[in-house]
């Protein structure tokens, strides 16, 4: 299946394929240089897996689509997803977290899950591990990679996880800084094929233009169906509303002619057409030739860019 539900359960096996093979591979600087031993190592391995598995609760219907239309917090800044899996993690997400019968081996708190999550001061000493959940070689990416591959029937998102799982390592910085995430010598083509891999699904699937005026259809949909057009904060009350707004709910409400002319061309999957697209590195002439096509078709024109930054 290509659900979230299996992206996650994917993501902290990964996680945990990776965080064992460091242990095994770099056990002696995790303990010299980050003062570790086998009861810290454990319980760092629970929070891992427990920040893998919960690392997208927070996505709205349909993921990235949305995330512009979450509202801005009181620095005005918007919020992301990442803001909402905090949220859950910490509030929803507590008394599973914290009250299981085999968390008294390890004292985690709903707050040591959601720093991990998110990063920041909270997070101290298991800032190490992070990036195996937001990082440049994160189990999050190495999962939807292969993944979204396979279920697009493309080979883009291909590359030797077996081997970057054998090679990756504690590596000791030269300027006295911590320890970062790196790979042995023998896994730097398989690393390399990672950061590949991922560059060639984002050209031809994740940008790709159908998939992209879908995005603009769901956001726009989206915008019609929301209260005042936008989601709940993710705090309190309105923390419990956005947990309402899922998949299935959305769907129904497209189904039932809800959510206005965008919602109609999702159901007939009569979505906007590219009109003009200049190269990826565009010459002057393009740009004015994609300038006169924006002053003929005036608001007609959705530009891509901002449909592409979700």
């Known amino acids: 299946m290509h659900t979230r539900f299996e992206h996650s359960l994917g993501v902290m096996h990964v996680a945990s394929l990776l965080y064992d093979a460091i242990c095994r591979k770099s056990g002696e600087i995790l303990k010299s240089d980050l003062a570790y031993n086998e009861d810290g190592l454990n319980r760092d391995r629970q929070l891992v897996r ?43 997400l507590r008394s599973a977290i914290e009250g299981h019968d085999l968390n008294a081996n390890y004292g985690l708190h709903a ?20 990036d195996l959940i937001s990082g440049q070689m994160d189990a999050d990416r190495m999962d939807y990679l292969l993944r979204d591959a ?15 799982i054998t090679t990756i390592r504690a590596i000791r910085s030269r300027d006295g800084h911590p320890p970062q995430l790196g ?38 949909a989206l915008k019609k169906l929301l209260p005042r057009g936008h989601f709940p904060a993710p705090a309190g009350l309105a923390l419990k509303s956005y947990l309402e707004w899922d998949d299935w709910k959305v769907l129904g409400l497209i189904s039932n002619r809800r959510a ?51």
């Open 111 to 130: 707050e040591d899950v959601a720093a991990m999550v998110k990063g920041g001061a909270k997070a101290k000493q298991p800032i190490f591990w992070r």
């Open 50 to 92: 427990f920040a893998a598995l919960l690392h997208d609760v927070g996505h709205s219907p349909f993921s990235h689509a949305a995330e512009e239309l979450f509202p801005k917090s009181t620095d005005g800044e918007r919020y992301v997803h990442e803001d909402y899996s905090v949220a859950i993690i910490n509030s929803e």
């Open 150 to 164: 396979h279920h697009c029937g493309v080979e883009y998102g291909r590359y030797d996880l077996k081997r970057l």
């Open 260 to 310: 206005g002319d965008h919602g109609a061309r999702l159901k007939s999957r009569n979505h906007y057409r590219r009109v003009y697209e200049t190269p990826e590195v565009p010459t002057k002439k393009d740009l004015e030739l994609l300038e006169k096509v924006r002053n003929r078709l005036g608001r007609l024109v959705v530009a891509e860019e901002s449909a592409a930054k979700s």
């Open 183 to 220: 790979v042995s010598k023998g896994g730097l083509h398989a690393a390399e094929g990672l950061v590949l891999a991922r560059y060639f699904m984002f050209t031809q699937v994740y940008f790709h233009k159908t998939r992209v005026a879908y995005d603009v259809h769901l956001r726009e």
